[in-house]
């Protein structure tokens, strides 16, 4: 998973020390609902797109990026769905970080999906009923927060 230099310069810095960092993700949904979720290389977890806002970057302009990055798909924003905090993760590395997340609702626009980065191993569409069971328990609680109205309302034209 490639650390951002940002990140990088700060951890000579601050060594293994924690790190707070500002992420979005993305639930994002196909026109007949299902969900694209990556299996991530380093947990071996499926999970919503996520990333780490560049300094400055707008949230909802960092979640398309990372949607497009990691998914080689485009996407647009429905909504915003959620605003939470990730409990401290230790990394292999021994590098410790905790993320304030944003999380969008977003649709399909166009696009094949395909694991475009060497950050996942897979992406895939889900039905929302019928997710994987090594699923990120915070892919979960966000996927939850994001469907919890009438998601095929927000598709109707």
Known sequence: MPIPD?????RR?????????????????????RILLTH????????VVSGVLEPGEEPAQAVLREVAEETGIRAELVRLTSVDVTPMITYPNGDHSQY?????????????????DDENTDVAWFPADDLPEDLAETSRLRIQNALRD?????FRR
Not at 15 to 31: F, M, Q, R
Not at 150 to 154: F, K, L, S
């Open 40 to 47: 991530r290389a380093d947990t071996h977890e499926w999970a």
């Open 100 to 116: 304030l997340d944003v999380c969008f609702l977003a649709r399909h626009v166009d696009g094949e999906p395909h694991a475009a």
């Open 13 to 33: 810095h601050i060594g293994h020390e924690p790190l707070w960092l500002s992420g979005v993700s993305a639930v994002v949904l196909d026109g007949t609902g």
């Open 6 to 10: 940002f990140i990088r310069d700060l």
């Open 150 to 154: 009438d998601p095929a309302a927000w």
